[in-house]
């Protein structure tokens, strides 16, 4: 048996017994079915699965320095557009006014996450945690949240998690509440309501530069041996991001949701003798792509999207940059020069990208 602190989390499914009660065996079975692989398809390492039980999903992530506190956000985020999407995709294909997936439109989720000392005990096949951190997490799932403040969907952090994720000004904003749990005592907590998350991205307009649009220079591919969500970081973060893009000295941030970065983020890259380049994220879909726009010296704006996939136990990513578009016969005529100097630009920005990334990805 072996002891670790990490991140725990649970994502458990509210209103799942009227939902089983008013459904035939079979048919809510398959819909619960599907709305938790909908669940499990979101988790990425970090994050492990600890257990599934019902209607609920048990998520740990160690404290090994691979999930920061933005990580950790995004992933709570994830799994709730994930369960949402799959509730308005069961909705959307009801047959009749009896359909039982109708009902699912009844269903929501709640995300409980909490820090603390946790074991690993094997037990038959299957690894099972324990601990009292794992004991107050399933008693906090246990709440009046949506009875106290209209709720449905939200999650509920504890303050030994928020101080942990190190985002103090984001959860300032949140209410908060205490949690009694028998034996355990009082529990300070931070409700986030999730609703708007997925109505946000719902509503968001997507730009993703695709392989087949003309591409401003070739494609840039780069395999690296850490999970999405610790590339996702790496190519996101401004501490990172002065080491792989060449000659970037110092990258500084506004925009940002109390400290949590988002669509609308700005960060302005300082290459040094006064040249600053304004760099504004366009598309924000973390583990998967983010999209910025490029405000270039020359008054040519460029698309970029870097994009993670997994293969494997790592992620290759794919850098690409549009082509600047540029309307009009003349104008193409004079902007061709311009073009042609961004092409050299850019090729020496990302010239030493993959052996820095992969150096970043090895450190740890």
Not at 77 to 94: E, H, M, N, P, T
Not at 105 to 116: F, R
């Amino acid at each position: 048996m072996t002891t670790h602190n990490g991140f725990l989390l649970i994502a458990d499914i509210t209103g799942y017994t009227n939902f089983l009660a008013n459904t035939p065996t079979d048919v809510g079975g398959r819909i619960t079915a599907d709305l938790l692989d909908g669940l499990i398809e979101t988790i990425n390492p970090p994050f492990k699965v600890g257990n599934i039980a019902g209607d609920a999903v048990f998520v740990y992530a160690p404290d090994d320095g691979n999930a920061s506190g933005q990580t950790v956000l995004e992933a709570v985020d994830s799994l709730y557009c994930a369960f949402a999407d799959r509730v308005c995709a069961l909705r959307f294909g009801a047959n009749c006014p009896d359909d039982p997936a109708l009902l699912a439109g009844a269903l929501d989720l709640k995300v409980v996450v909490h820090y603390g000392e946790y074991a690993i005990n094997r037990i038959g096949d299957r690894e099972e945690l324990s601990g009292s951190a794992v004991v107050a997490l399933h008693r906090l799932a246990k709440n009046t949240v949506t009875q106290d403040t209209g709720h449905s969907g939200y999650a509920m952090l504890t303050s030994l998690a928020v101080d942990h994720m190190q985002l103090k000004a984001f959860f300032e904003e949140l209410e908060t509440r205490k949690e009694e749990i028998e034996h355990l005592g009082e529990i300070d907590t931070y409700v986030y309501p999730l609703a708007p998350v997925w109505e946000r991205l719902r509503r968001g307009i997507r730009r993703f530069v695709e392989k087949s649009e003309p591409l401003l220079i070739e494609e840039l591919n780069i395999d690296l041996a850490v999970p999405p969500c610790r590339a996702w970081e790496l190519c996101t973060e401004p501490q990172y991001r002065t080491q792989w893009i060449s000659g970037v000295k110092d990258i500084s941030t506004e925009g940002s949701d109390h400290g949590r970065a988002g669509i609308g983020t700005v960060q302005y890259c300082d290459h040094g003798d006064g040249m600053v380049v304004p760099v504004t994220v366009t598309d924000w879909r973390p583990f998967d792509y983010i999209s910025y726009q490029i405000e270039t010296p020359l008054g040519l704006m460029v698309d970029q999207t870097i994009e993670m996939q997994p293969i494997g136990s790592g992620t290759r990513l794919a850098i690409r940059c549009a082509k600047p578009s540029v309307e009009g016969f003349i104008a193409r005529w004079k902007s061709r020069n311009k073009i042609d100097t961004l092409c050299g630009i850019f090729e020496g920005l990302y010239g030493n990208a993959d052996e820095t990334l992969n150096r970043l990805a090895h450190a740890g």
